[in-house]
C-alpha cells in the first residue's frame, strides 16, 4: 500500500513524456537501479544498467521491457510482431545477500537464454497500449525456462512529460524454481534450511509506473518505479525474506 500510494503521489505532483517502453525511439545510454539482492531478499544492491532501445529490419536490442534482450523480429501485421531473442539472465550471487552468505547457499551464476516472443503495440486514439509474451529457456539446461506477460498503457502526456503504467507476470517450469527456490535433501544439510522442491508456476507478478522527461531534442531522462510480490511456491521457499519488493531505476539516454 505504501508503494502504491507513492506511485500515486508521484503521478499527480509531476506531469510526466515519450516514455521508453511505449515508442519505438532509438535510444542509447547509462542507468541506476536499485533492486533486491534476488526476488525474496532482504538486502538491497544499487547497480549501473544500461538504457537502451533499437529496433532495425529486422534486427533489435533493448532493455526498456524488463530484460536485456537482442534479436530479431517480423512485423506479421499493422502492429503485430514476432521474434527471436537472446537475453542476459543475471543469476543470483550469494555475496550480495547477507542471508545467503549465512546459510552458504551457492550461486546461480549467470548466464544466457534463448527465445520467442510476440508483441503487439497498438493505439487507442491517443493512448499508446504494449502487449508483450516471451518464452525464454536457459542455455544452461539446469536452469529451465520461463515465461513472461508484459501490458503497459500510456497514462500521461503534456508537452515535454508523459507516463505510463505496467504489469507483468513470470512463470517458472520446475527446473528454473527449483533453481531459484528449491533446496535440495543435500542442500538442507549443508545449509541447515529446510528442504523445499517447488513445483512449476506463477513466480511472480508486478506493476508500476513509467516515467520520461525531454530535456532537450536529443536527450531524454527515462525511469520506472515497480512493485514486485512473490506467487505459489517461490513465495513459500525457505529462502525467501520478504514477499514483496520495490525495484527503481532512472537513466539518461541519447536518441538516435
Same mark, same amino acid.
Given at each position: 500500500?505504501?508503494?502504491?500510494?507513492?506511485?500515486?503521489?508521484?503521478? %499527480?505532483?509531476?506531469?510526466? %513524456?515519450?516514455? !521508453?517502453?511505449?515508442? &519505438?525511439?532509438?535510444?542509447?545510454?547509462? /542507468?541506476?537501479?536499485?533492486?533486491? !539482492? @534476488?526476488?525474496?531478499? =532482504?538486502?538491497?544492491?544499487?547497480?549501473?544498467?544500461?538504457?537502451?532501445? @533499437?529496433? /532495425? #529490419?529486422?534486427?533489435?536490442?533493448?532493455?526498456? $521491457?524488463?530484460? +536485456?534482450?537482442?534479436?530479431?523480429?517480423?512485423?506479421?501485421?499493422?502492429?503485430?510482431?514476432?521474434?527471436? $531473442?537472446?537475453?542476459?539472465?543475471? /543469476? *543470483?550471487?550469494?555475496?550480495?545477500?547477507?542471508?545467503?552468505?549465512? #546459510?552458504?547457499?551457492? &550461486?546461480?551464476?549467470?548466464?544466457?537464454?534463448? /527465445?520467442?516472443?510476440?508483441?503487439?503495440?497498438?493505439?487507442?486514439?491517443?493512448?499508446?497500449?504494449?502487449?508483450?509474451? *516471451?518464452?525464454?529457456?536457459?542455455? =544452461?539446461?539446469?536452469?529451465?525456462?520461463?515465461?513472461?506477460?508484459? !501490458?503497459?498503457?500510456?497514462?500521461? $502526456?503534456?508537452?515535454?512529460?508523459?507516463?505510463?503504467?505496467?504489469?507483468?507476470?513470470?512463470?517458472?517450469?520446475?527446473?528454473?524454481?527449483? %533453481?531459484?527456490?528449491?533446496?535440495?535433501?543435500?542442500?538442507?544439510?549443508?545449509?541447515?534450511?529446510?528442504?523445499?522442491?517447488?513445483?512449476?508456476?506463477?513466480? &511472480?507478478?508486478?506493476?508500476? +509506473?513509467?516515467?520520461?522527461?525531454?530535456?532537450?531534442?536529443?536527450?531524454?531522462?527515462?525511469?520506472?518505479?515497480?512493485? *514486485? #510480490?512473490?506467487?505459489?511456491? %517461490?513465495?513459500?521457499?525457505?529462502?525467501? $525474506? *520478504?514477499?514483496? !519488493? &520495490?525495484? +527503481?531505476?532512472?537513466?539518461?539516454? @541519447?536518441?538516435?
Amino acid at each position: 500500500m505504501r508503494f502504491t500510494r507513492t506511485l500515486l503521489a508521484f503521478a %499527480a505532483i509531476i506531469p510526466l %513524456a515519450a516514455f !521508453a517502453e511505449l515508442t &519505438n525511439d532509438s535510444m542509447i545510454g547509462p /542507468g541506476l537501479r536499485s533492486r533486491p !539482492a @534476488y526476488d525474496g531478499s =532482504d538486502s538491497r544492491r544499487t547497480e549501473f544498467v544500461p538504457v537502451i532501445r @533499437y529496433f /532495425g #529490419h529486422p534486427w533489435f536490442v533493448r532493455s526498456t $521491457q524488463g530484460v +536485456l534482450e537482442a534479436g530479431a523480429r517480423s512485423e506479421l501485421a499493422p502492429g503485430l510482431f514476432a521474434g527471436a $531473442q537472446l537475453a542476459y539472465e543475471p /543469476g *543470483r550471487q550469494t555475496s550480495e545477500s547477507g542471508f545467503l552468505e549465512s #546459510h552458504n547457499v551457492a &550461486n546461480v551464476k549467470r548466464g544466457g537464454s534463448i /527465445g520467442l516472443q510476440m508483441e503487439w503495440d497498438h493505439k487507442f486514439g491517443r493512448v499508446p497500449v504494449t502487449l508483450l509474451a *516471451r518464452a525464454r529457456k536457459h542455455l =544452461d539446461s539446469d536452469l529451465g525456462a520461463q515465461v513472461d506477460l508484459r !501490458a503497459s498503457v500510456g497514462i500521461l $502526456q503534456s508537452g515535454r512529460f508523459g507516463a505510463g503504467l505496467f504489469t507483468q507476470a513470470i512463470w517458472a517450469n520446475s527446473k528454473s524454481a527449483q %533453481a531459484f527456490y528449491g533446496v535440495t535433501p543435500a542442500q538442507s544439510v549443508a545449509t541447515d534450511l529446510p528442504a523445499f522442491q517447488p513445483g512449476s508456476g506463477w513466480v &511472480n507478478t508486478s506493476f508500476g +509506473l513509467l516515467w520520461s522527461v525531454d530535456l532537450a531534442p536529443k536527450w531524454v531522462v527515462v525511469g520506472s518505479l515497480e512493485s *514486485r #510480490h512473490l506467487r505459489g511456491d %517461490a513465495d513459500r521457499s525457505p529462502l525467501v $525474506q *520478504r514477499s514483496s !519488493a &520495490n525495484y +527503481l531505476t532512472a537513466g539518461l539516454a @541519447y536518441r538516435f
